[in-house]
C-alpha cells in the first residue's frame, strides 16, 4: 500500500507540473512543490560542482573546465605575446598557472549562485520540468553567469599580476593595458563558463541517478523514487 502511495504522489506531482496553469504549481502536491525540487537539484549541483573546482587541480585536471591561454593573434600587443607563448612548454606553464588563479577565485562565485538559486521563479521550474539534463543550469547560467563572472574579475587581475605571469602581464601591457585587460576578461570569461559547465554535469548525473541523492523532492521530480 505504501509503494502504491508514493508511486501515484509521484504522478501526480508530474501530471501536475506539466498541465495545469502556473499558479497551480505553487500548490505542494504531496510534501513537496516543483520549485522546490528545482531548487533541491540546483543547489545539490551547484555544491557538487565547487567542491570538485576547489580541490588543487580542480580546473586544470578536468577538459571539461581547463583554463587555456588566451589566443594572442589579432590584438595590438599579440606579436609580444606570440613570442613569449610561442613554445608548448610556457604555454603549458601558464595555462597551469591560470588554472591556479581559477581555483583561488572560484569560492568567491559560491554565494552569487547559491543567491540566484533562491530567486529562481515558479515559471522556471515549470521549463525546467519539461527540459533537457541540463536545463537548470542552462537557465541559471542565463541569469547569473554576467554578475559571476564580473565577482571573478578582480581575483583574476590580481592572481594575472603574480609569479610567472608577471612577463606576460607586462607584454599585454605594453599597448597602454588595452591587451592587459582583454586577457583578464578572456580568463574571468572562461572561468565563469566553465563553472556552469560543471554545474551542468552534475545536475545531468543526478537527473540520471536521482535515487543515490537520497533526496525525496528531487526523487519525486525526477521519477527516480
Known sequence: MATKM?????????????????????????????????RHLLQLSTERAFARLTEPGGFYDDQLT???PPDPSGSRGGAVLASIL??????????LALNDVAVDVADSATPLVMDAIRRMTLADAVAVLRGGPTAATDLLAREARGSVVEALLPGVSRGVRSDMMEIVSAA??????????????NVSGQIGDAIFRAIGREEAEIRRNPRATGDPALMQLLNGS
Not at 11 to 38: F, I, K, N, Q, S
Not at 175 to 185: C, E, F, L, Q, V
Open 6 to 38: 508514493v508511486d501515484v504522489d509521484r504522478r501526480t506531482l508530474l501530471t501536475a507540473a506539466a498541465l495545469l496553469p502556473l499558479a497551480a504549481c505553487a500548490t505542494p502536491v504531496g510534501r513537496y512543490t516543483v520549485e522546490d525540487a528545482v
Open 66 to 68: 581547463r583554463i587555456v
Open 86 to 95: 610561442r613554445t608548448r612548454a610556457v604555454r603549458d606553464r601558464l595555462a
Open 172 to 185: 599585454l601591457s605594453a599597448s597602454s593595458g588595452t591587451d592587459y585587460t582583454a586577457m583578464i576578461d
